[in-house]
């Protein structure tokens, strides 16, 4: 089982798309079927149990992930480093912004097998969402972690807005003086607060969004074909996978099924962002058995989607909480589609490029409920 470790809340950054919504005035959903939801008000700021009771859970565990995350978990780089050499883990991988990676030693760095770093592009970019200096920090950042040996996954995982130009972005983190990525994920920022009227979000998706992906994926196959390598674009690698084996999925990102997040108090709930969601909890790590913790599932209007086994329901928390309309929504729902679509007529490019040796399949494989949400 993989499991996400929040140790605080607290975090060294301000980004337009996350904290610095707090300070603005959203609008409540309009849709009746959206619950109205109680937020634990006592929920510990920072991690706030004996971690011999996280050692003791993850021990029923054969084979656990352990995945540290915020708030901006190196803000307790002290605790990453006394979980890491004490906790009986398979492996570890860590969320973080980047700004804080230099504080840990480089023998704890190199345990960790995945490490996703918060970038949105090129620095322009990068600093408009997340603060001036940011880009350069990170950069130096990721470039001192290899100096110093690590030989994980290093993912770029990109804040996608209407400020985004998808294309150009991703070409920038893969292809750029200052560090290329393989390894690359994006996640819309789309459904997530009560923020619709206020954006351009419809349009964007329409003129900018939809197309870029679309140039993606050609851009993607193009690299398969004159360089024999499958690029780690994770939006449409996971995906592809399962299309080319014919395979089915729950929610891509594991939440409420193979991925499960420990909060601060010890209470286990089924997705990272559903912090302080009692209702919503399966457990608690002094008594739950990890390997029979209650099964979440998204239901709803994505049960009848006809694409519902490609995407699995793209995020169980805007799916609980509806901060958009329904008419939003669907505009969210067109995205997927888009991707959907983009991918499933590219299948018989790669299955060409497979049968005549240029990749193969196993070019495909990754490691599951690593942090990325998949469907953007």
Same mark, same amino acid.
């Given at each position: 089982m993989y499991f996400h470790l929040i140790l605080t809340d607290e975090c060294n950054l301000c980004c337009r798309y996350c904290r610095a919504k707090a300070f603005e005035v959203l609008e409540e959903s309009d849709d009746e079927?959206?619950?109205?939801?109680? #937020?634990?008000?006592n929920l510990p700021r920072d991690l706030d149990f004996d971690l011999g009771l996280l050692y003791t859970f993850l021990k029923k565990d054969p084979l656990p992930t352990l995945t540290f995350y915020g708030g901006e978990p190196l803000m307790r780089a002290d605790l990453i480093e006394k979980i890491v050499h004490e906790a009986p883990v398979k492996q570890f991988m860590i969320q973080t912004n980047g700004m804080l990676l230099d504080r840990l030693e480089p023998e704890v760095v190199n345990r960790f097998s995945t490490?996703?770093?918060?970038?949105?592009?090129?620095?322009?970019?990068?600093?408009?969402?997340r603060g001036a200096g940011v880009y350069r920090k990170v950069m130096d950042n990721v470039r001192l972690l290899q100096e110093r040996g690590?030989?994980?996954?290093?993912?770029?995982?990109?804040?996608?807005?209407?400020?985004?130009?998808?294309?150009?972005?991703?070409?920038?983190? /893969?292809?750029?003086?200052d560090h290329s990525f393989s390894s690359i994920h994006w996640?819309?920022?789309?459904? /997530?607060?009560?923020d619709f009227s206020r954006r351009q979000f419809a349009d964007w998706v329409t003129v900018s969004y939809n197309p870029g992906i679309c140039t993606l994926v050609t851009d993607w196959i193009d690299h398969m074909e004159s360089d024999g390598e499958v690029l780690r674009w994770y939006p449409f690698l996971d995906p592809m996978e399962d299309l080319l084996l014919g395979k089915k999925s729950l929610l891509r990102c594991?939440?409420?099924?193979?991925?499960?997040?420990?909060?601060?108090?010890?209470? #286990?709930?089924?997705? +990272?962002?559903?912090?302080?969601?009692?209702?919503?909890?399966?457990?608690?790590?002094?008594?739950?058995?990890?390997?029979?913790?209650?099964?979440?599932?998204?239901? @709803?209007?994505?049960?009848?989607?006809?694409?519902?086994? /490609?995407? @699995?329901?793209?995020?169980?928390?805007?799916?609980?909480?509806? +901060?958009?309309?329904?008419?939003?929504?669907?505009?969210?729902?067109?995205?997927?589609?888009?991707?959907?679509?983009?991918?499933?007529?590219?299948?018989p490019r790669i299955r060409a490029l497979i049968e005549g040796g240029t990749i193969s399949l196993n070019d495909f494989s990754h490691e599951k409920f690593n942090g990325c949400e998949i469907i953007p």
């Open positions: 079927t959206a619950p109205r939801i109680n #937020i634990d008000p490490i996703l770093v918060s970038l949105d592009g090129d620095e322009t970019l990068t600093d408009g969402n690590y030989a994980g996954e290093l993912i770029a995982r990109m804040a996608v807005t209407e400020r985004t130009d998808i294309a150009k972005a991703v070409h920038w983190l /893969f292809n750029n003086p996640q819309l920022d789309a459904n /997530f607060a009560g594991g939440s409420g099924h193979a991925n499960y997040s420990i909060m601060t108090d010890g209470h #286990i709930a089924p997705c +990272p962002v559903m912090i302080g969601m009692k209702e919503y909890y399966v457990g608690d790590i002094r008594s739950a058995d990890p390997k029979n913790l209650d099964r979440i599932y998204v239901g @709803g209007e994505c049960k009848g989607c006809r694409i519902y086994d /490609f995407c @699995g329901g793209r995020c169980l928390y805007s799916n609980i909480t509806k +901060p958009w309309s329904i008419t939003e929504r669907k505009t969210v729902c067109g995205t997927v589609e888009n991707l959907h679509s983009a991918l499933t007529k590219a299948v």
